[in-house]
């Protein structure tokens, strides 16, 4: 049998997956929806704002496994929104008490995306950025990212969030980055 044949990539299975989408417009919000449906993501919970999305969070989490309410997978949060914003969200999420709300893998969506704000959502815990416009096929890589490349988390004094390295590159001097941190990994 070819190789190419034998080596094709099945399709994930979402169907289990739960994505919160916290998005302030009507607009992206069915957008990005409808893109999450034709994946065939199980549930889709959609917040308008970040005070929804963390009521909805801790409500959801706490019953995690339920036989009635799926915990939440992954979320998908724009950065600029009314009164508090995707940072706000974030510093919330990684601050949480409970792992499986801190743990949680988060993709910031935003329309006025710059290497600063990279930085700073990378700084704050994100585990990926997608650039709006979004098309099906950047969300779909972002999401695959998550699944198919989970960061450890390390923790330092100040820091929580997944490793900000993307890549494990040769350095002249002393490794900085094994002193004072700790790499945690969500309890089962």
């Known amino acids: 049998?070819?190789?190419?044949?034998?080596?094709?990539?099945?399709?994930?299975?979402?169907?289990?997956?739960?994505?919160?989408?916290?998005?302030?417009?009507?607009?992206?919000?069915?957008?990005?929806?409808?893109?999450?449906?034709?994946?065939?993501?199980?549930?889709?919970?959609?917040?308008s704002n970040v005070k929804e999305a963390c009521e909805l969070l801790t409500i959801m989490q706490a019953r995690t496994k339920s036989r009635y309410v799926n915990s939440v997978d992954i979320i998908l949060t724009d950065w600029l929104m009314p009164k508090e914003g995707g940072e706000v969200l974030l510093k919330w999420i990684r601050e949480n008490e409970q792992e499986s709300i801190s743990f949680l893998p988060v993709v910031v969506v935003s329309g006025y995306t710059t290497e600063k704000l990279t930085h700073v959502t990378r700084d704050l815990g994100a585990n990926e950025i997608l650039v709006k416009p979004i098309s099906s096929k950047l969300l779909a890589s972002r999401i695959c990212s998550v699944i198919d490349s989970p960061r450890p988390f390390i923790?330092?004094?100040?820091?929580?969030?997944?490793?900000?390295?993307?890549?494990?590159t040769a350095f002249k001097g002393s490794d900085q980055r094994s002193k004072n941190q700790n790499v945690i990994e969500m309890k089962s």
């Open 1 to 47: 049998m070819p190789a190419s044949t034998h080596d094709k990539q099945q399709p994930y299975d979402l169907s289990n997956f739960t994505v919160m989408l916290v998005e302030d417009s009507t607009y992206m919000q069915t957008l990005i929806a409808e893109m999450l449906k034709v994946f065939r993501v199980g549930d889709i919970v959609a917040c």
């Open 155 to 168: 923790q330092t004094s100040d820091f929580f969030g997944p490793d900000r390295r993307r890549q494990d």
